[in-house]
């Protein structure tokens, strides 16, 4: 069994990408990250082996980052009669590391489209075009099958579209 130690060296940037790239927001996802971790701590000992222990700690931390998104949107109900193009502009911007400087405009586009996507289409998405997960390992962690994964993946590219087409032409 691995220590909190090795746990903590082989997956912080791990979770620390994964949750940034699912709240948007560098101090946001360290919080989550900690939260994470000591989730991992205190949990450990009863971490029975079903699946992975990577697979188990994606599962806690897009839980994590769910969780505070859901209440981020609590706070802030949008109104139905908001465009595209303003909800997309609404978004606060997208700094990852892993983008390049010339692409920041365009990668803060994507992001706020992204943000638009139902959960599950925007959870799949992320792990699987940002994250570079497979749709097996999608499917573990959101207990979902393969084909179930492709669908929200697909569904998702197909939101982006129409959102992205919406937003560029208005």
Known sequence: MNTIQEIIS???????????????DYQDAEDISQEVFMDIYQNLKKFRGD??????????????????????????????????KEQILEVPSFDHP??????????????KAIDLLPEQQRVAFTLHK?????????????????????????RAKQNLRTNLKAFYEG
Request: aromatic residues 4%; proline residues 0%.
């Open 10 to 24: 082989e997956f912080k940037d791990k979770v620390f990408s994964t949750s940034l790239s699912m709240v948007k």
């Open 51 to 84: 699946s992975s222990l990577s697979t188990w700690i994606y599962k806690l931390t897009i839980n994590k980052c769910l969780q505070h998104i859901r209440s981020k949107n609590t706070l802030k109900r949008k109104s139905e009669t908001v465009s595209i």
């Open 98 to 111: 892993g983008v390049t400087l010339e692409n920041k405009e365009l990668a803060n586009t994507l992001m």
């Open 130 to 154: 940002i994250e570079r997960m497979s749709h097996e390992e999608i499917g573990a962690i959101l207990d979902k099958s393969k084909s179930s994964v492709e669908s929200l993946i697909h």
